[in-house]
């Protein structure tokens, strides 16, 4: 996978669905522009429709079951990619954090965060 340019958006998302998908308290997930993404490899897909109706296609690898990618039906002409994937510490923190209602109590979220529920 390869990302060009600064990601349009990083959030960090408190659904119960991301909960699931990375084990943890919340995902953390950079959107890029689709055409400034080269996926490279090989990858399996899992269609999940989430609260709102919308479908989103998780791509995941097929050796280590690693969530890599995904798009989603409402916002088309996006990738969106699990910052873990860059390995990178220095990769740009989250600006936006949605579903805050499903927030669980411990988390502290950084000053200065755009917070949607």
């Known amino acids: 996978m390869v990302a060009r340019g600064d990601p349009v958006r990083v959030s960090i998302c408190h659904c119960l669905a ?6 943890s308290a919340f995902g ?13 490899g090989r990858s399996a897909q899992f269609a999940r429709t989430g609260d709102e109706g919308t479908t ?3 791509h995941f690898c097929p050796e280590c079951g690693a969530t890599v990618f995904w798009s989603m039906d409402a916002i ?3 990738l969106t990619i699990p910052v873990g994937v860059f ?3 220095a990769f740009p923190p ?4 949605v579903y805050g209602l499903r927030k669980h109590p411990w ?3 950084p000053d200065g965060l755009q917070c949607m529920d």
């Open 94 to 97: 989250p600006f936006v954090s």
């Open 28 to 40: 953390v997930q950079a959107r890029f522009p689709e055409d400034a993404v080269t996926v490279q």
């Open 107 to 109: 988390v502290r979220l």
């Open 87 to 89: 390995a990178d510490p």
């Open 56 to 58: 989103a296609r998780f």
């Open 76 to 78: 088309p002409g996006y």
């Open 18 to 23: 991301c909960q699931k998908r990375t084990g």
